[in-house]
């Protein structure tokens, strides 16, 4: 239970800055088509959180229910060797997203010239990308995913299963991105190979890490994806070259 009481507060505080992102980008005739029907813009805030946390508990009892079946229960101790191969994934997977995106889909999809940088953004990447991400995609659905296929080929100790799990999740993970990438972008071709690709490879990487690593490196190479981006890589690509 204490898995669940935790993921319960991350995701309260994870969509709490979901919640204030989305207020901050309301066009007008969004903030008061909101204002009438809910009374204010803020209840946002107060439906993410929510939205979020529900979520992220019902992953996390998932999780906690069927990780110990399939061997996903790995308690988190401090490793070197887990440290490295969560910062080199987290580098890997920034290059694979922030390369493209420059060289590739930047002028396809009419972004702009430079990148701005933006503290909650930040945040919300942090929070809800590299932890409420990760205890839904890899603690909740891949641990499940392990052990249905684990009883349907009557062992869950294949490697087979486990990369199964992986990539089942990865593609999950990056559909779970379309709805947003095609509000910004329209839908087209270029839109959904954009999202489906840098964030496949990606959840590749992290639901490798969750396997022979744990939840806790998943989640620290999410984050130094996000960090390596943000403050490097996405800066340099988009204001220096």
Do not use: C
Request: net charge positive.
């Amino acid at each position: 239970m204490k898995k669940v009481f935790a993921a319960l507060v991350l995701g309260l505080a994870a969509g709490a800055v979901l919640g204030l992102q989305q207020t901050m980008t309301l066009t007008p005739d969004q903030e008061a088509m909101i204002v009438a029907q809910l009374g204010s813009k803020q209840v946002l805030v107060l439906l993410a959180m929510l939205q979020t946390a529900a979520w992220a508990s019902v992953a996390a009892l998932a999780g906690a229910w069927a990780s110990p079946k399939v061997n996903l229960n790995k308690p988190f101790v401090v490793s070197r060797r887990s440290i490295a191969a969560a910062a080199g994934i987290g580098l890997l997977s920034a290059g694979l997203i922030a390369i493209p995106e420059k060289l590739i889909f930047a002028e396809a999809l009419g972004l702009p010239d430079r990148f701005e940088f933006s503290w909650l953004y930040f945040l919300g990447s942090v929070l809800y990308g590299g932890v409420i991400e990760e205890i839904l995609l890899r603690f909740g659905l891949m641990t499940v995913i392990v052990w249905l296929l684990g009883r349907l080929m009557k062992s869950a100790d294949r490697s087979g299963v486990y990369i199964a799990g992986i990539i089942i999740a990865a593609f999950v993970f990056a559909a779970g991105h379309l709805p947003a990438a095609v509000q910004l972008f329209g839908f087209s071709a270029v839109t959904v190979t954009r999202t489906m690709l840098l964030n496949f490879l990606p959840g590749i990487g992290f639901g490798y890490l969750y396997w022979k690593h744990g939840l806790a490196y998943a989640m620290l190479g999410h984050i130094t994806t996000h960090v390596i981006n943000q403050l490097i890589l996405l800066p340099v690509l988009f204001n220096v070259m």
